[in-house]
Structures are given as C-alpha cells and as structure tokens.
C-alpha cells in the first residue's frame, strides 16, 4: 500500500465505488464474448479526457448488465476484490433503472453483495425525479441498501436541474436512507450548496472546488459533510491537473472531513490501496494525516437499515 499507509491495522474504507466501473477485465471479456464482442482498445480513462468522454466509457460495461446473473456476480466479485485489498467498509452504488426491471436489478446487486457491502442507488442528472422517487421506494424494503446517489453531470439540455430533486430526497430522508450527491466535479462549488440545502446531503462526491467558496466551506464544516474524494479519477476527467494538485491536503487542513475512493477501478486501474499509497505519496501526507482520511471513511458510512 505504500509507505505512508503501511501502519494502518483497521482496514480501507471505499465509499464511492460504482459497480459498472468495477469489473474484473477477464470478467469482461468473458461477459463481452457472450455478445460477440470484445474489450475495446481506449476502454481506460486517460489524463484530461473529459467528464462526457468517461461516461462514455460505462456503454461497454452497461451492455454486459442487462441480466441478474451478470449483476450477481460482478457485485459478489467486487466485494472480493475489495475484500482481498483490505477494504473493510465498503460501499458499491449504481443505477438500475439502467439495467432492466429496477427492483429485480437491486435484489440481484444485493444477492451478489451478500452484506459485504452497503448499497447506494443513483439517480442521474437530467433524470425525472420520478424515477428517484421510485428508487426510494423500493429500498424501503431492502435493508441492505442504504442510500441515494445523484451520479454523472449537468448540461445544458436538461430538463430537471439538481434542486429539482428535493422531493426524492426527502423521501430518502424520510426513509432513513443516507444521502450524497456527485457535485461540483470541476465545476462551481454552489452545486455542494444545492446539495446539503436542497437535498439534505451528508456527503459529496468529488468536490473538488470547495475551496473556491468560503461560505460553501463553512457550509460544509457546520453540517459536518464528508468529502468523497476520487483523486485519479478527477485527474482523468479533467477535474484537477494531477494528484499534487488535488485539494484534499488543504481539506484536511481546514477542518474538512475527506476520504478516499476508487470511483471506478477498472477504468482508472486503481484499487483503494494503490489510491491511497498514491495520493499519500503525491501530497506527502503525514501518518496523522493518513490515519484521518482512513478513519474518515469509516465514520461517514451509512448505516444499514
């Protein structure tokens, strides 16, 4: 895991792990030739590739999860993958209105999970809250998932806009469902604000601009949000330069609650071990400080149900 990390007995934590972002790539393969296809050659992320040209790249892994087997069995070889870096406190999130009938869907990610791991289900930017709304309602009766997630990124065409889902999370709230929302990915930290005001956000996928808004930041310390940090997936989307000019240190600094996540290892080919040995080294954080985003993670899990 690194040096930086290599006192550290509690095991990892990975809050922000997308299960179409995590197959194995024999898993792939295999899964691919049952289509007659194969892997394609740009199928990894790449420095400043672009947030549209990264979820570009889930069309491949998406078409391979259209059935509850291939659901099963890539949420039961997450969770061993995760399990066999040291992960500890796990949490997968996706999107099953995108593979198929959502309840069957859920049941099978939660089948293949087997209480390794929490669920989070993800809504996406320009989806009618409607669909969120569905989404809530079928977790009310699956323990094992245990929040509601907003993933990918705004644009210009879109009909419903992040305050616009205000409603579902509530209900998420109401629910007990735990509650984060992918904001401000190089984009203006009033997103981060959007989400803990409107949608009752308890944590913060990437945020990476934080720091350009004071009020934003007391925002986040008086609430206590934690910051779901995914340093080499943010240098591939082009959200951040490089690792050492990932903000994280100056998070920890300021007060800011922060962890670190893989996102998507199979396209990023990080594991949570390798991503923390990384971002340690490229930040030179201190063991105190290593010891505090692991521990970070830890605390801001959701509780299942």
Known sequence: MGKKASNQTTGLSDLHRHLDGSLRYATLEELLAK??????????FYKGMGLNAALACFETTLAVLQSPDAIARVARETCEDAIADGVTTLEIRFAPQLHGDRAVAIDAALDGIDGRAGLILCGLYGEDPAILSNLVSLARSRSGVVGLDIAGGPSSGQEWQLSDYAHPFAEAKDAGLGRTVHA???????EIRTAIETLHAQRIGHGTTLLDDEEVLALVLENEVTLEACP??????????????HPLKKWLAAGVRACICTDNPLFSDVTASSELANISEALDLSPSEVEEVIANGHAA???KR
């Open 184 to 190: 401000s990915e190089g984009r203006p930290p009033h």
């Open 301 to 303: 899990a959701f509780p």
């Open 232 to 245: 080499t997936s943010n240098v591939h989307t082009g959200a951040i330069d490089s690792l050492a000019s």
């Open 35 to 44: 289509l007659g296809r194969s892997v394609p050659p740009n199928l990894r």
